[in-house]
């Protein structure tokens, strides 16, 4: 009954919207695990608007990535295009898009103001996927991740909420948005290099001896090179930095949204320890943060959810959060906080 309290809390009552609210909710449980670990960290009636962001962003990661038997690129290429179609249609009218994910993803871009340029940023950038295999350096790659990872940042503030200007905030929740990417192309390289892409600099694996044929050999054979290692091991240094640049950016967020960022914040860290404590082996298998940590890591978030509730419930009447709902200026109202 999790599901119906978030939606009720949220004040989400037209069953249509509440279908597809609860779809994109099933869609990050499955695939979102630390994401949506984090996620239940947040005050119910936020949850919908972070499962509306998230489903669509994997809807179309997706089509992109071919899940399942392999797919025509054309065919892929011709539903990204209609699912864009449908996305403009959908922010056009306030949600009346006739797919589930894309019409709980305008009812949430409605409800807090949420800026349709970062959509569109986001569908450049999944749109390059299906032609782009590489990136020359980490500027490129920025140019790229711009899309498809600064822009979740900045889409979510509002849902979180901030105790500074939003625009203060938003480099910072750019920033993180980017240390989660990185941390997935890190994790992930071994998946992609299958889809043929690589998302490591070319120039940083080449200052270390590296190059696709090389990753490709190591992949094949699950023989290792000290080569590789080492340009995995400047890739997490460079992603250490990235989330060294966002941290100072949780402190800016609405109380009762901390716990949850700060928990998605630890765990992707994590991901990097994981990495490394497998000897930077991730052409070969996923590294993955184990249960007992993970579960450590949501216990402190916990227990931080109950100080900032209290603390809310408390505070003086006029100092919630300076951004929230569009319309609304505070989101610490009792109902958001059940």
């Given amino acids: 009954m999790t599901a119906v309290r978030e939606l009720d809390a949220a004040g989400i009552t ?38 509306a962001l998230y489903g669509f962003a994997r809807w179309a990661d997706d089509i992109v990535d071919d899940q399942g038997a392999p797919v025509p690129h054309d ?16 922010l056009r009218d306030g949600g009346g898009a006739d797919e589930p994910v894309v019409r709980a993803l305008a009812h949430t871009a409605a409800v807090y103001g949420i800026e349709h340029r970062h959509f569109h ?24 991740m711009h899309g498809s990872a600064a822009v979740i940042g900045l889409q979510m503030l509002p849902v979180l909420g901030t105790v500074v ?29 299958d889809r043929g892409r690589i998302y490591l600099p070319a120039d940083l694996l080449a200052a270390h ?25 400047a890739a997490a ?52 943060v184990s249960r007992r940590r993970r579960a450590a890591v949501a216990l402190d978030g916990l227990g931080r959810v109950a100080a900032a509730r209290l603390h809310a419930r408390t505070a003086p009447r006029g100092l919630g959060a300076a951004a929230g709902p569009a319309g609304r200026r505070g989101t610490t109202a009792r109902g958001d906080l059940a």
């Fill in 165 to 193: 200007p939003r625009e203060e905030a938003a480099p910072y929740a750019a920033a993180l948005g980017i240390a989660f990417q990185l941390t997935n192309f890190l994790r992930d390289v071994g998946e992609d290099l």
């Fill in 75 to 90: 065919v892929r290429a011709r539903a990204l295009r209609t699912l864009w179609k449908r996305l403009d249609a959908g």
């Fill in 237 to 288: 240094q460079l992603t250490r930095g990235v989330y060294r640049e966002a941290g100072p950016g949780l402190d800016m967020l609405d109380p009762v949204s901390r716990p949850c960022i700060r928990t998605a914040f630890v765990l992707y860290g994590g991901i990097l320890d994981a990495i490394e404590a497998d000897d930077y082996a991730v052409l070969h298998g996923r590294a993955v």
């Fill in 14 to 51: 037209d069953p249509v919207l509440r279908d597809a609210y609860e779809r994109c909710r099933r869609i990050n449980a499955r695939h979102g695990r630390t994401y949506f670990l984090a996620t239940r960290l947040l005050p119910p009636a936020r949850r919908p608007a972070v499962h």
């Fill in 121 to 144: 940023d986001f569908m450049v950038s999944m749109h390059s996927d299906l032609e782009v295999t590489g990136y020359a350096d980490y500027d490129e790659l920025l140019a790229y």
């Fill in 209 to 233: 001896g590296v190059d696709r044929e090389l990753l490709r050999w190591s992949r094949d054979t699950g023989a290792r090179d000290p080569r590789i290692r080492a340009a995995l091991a």
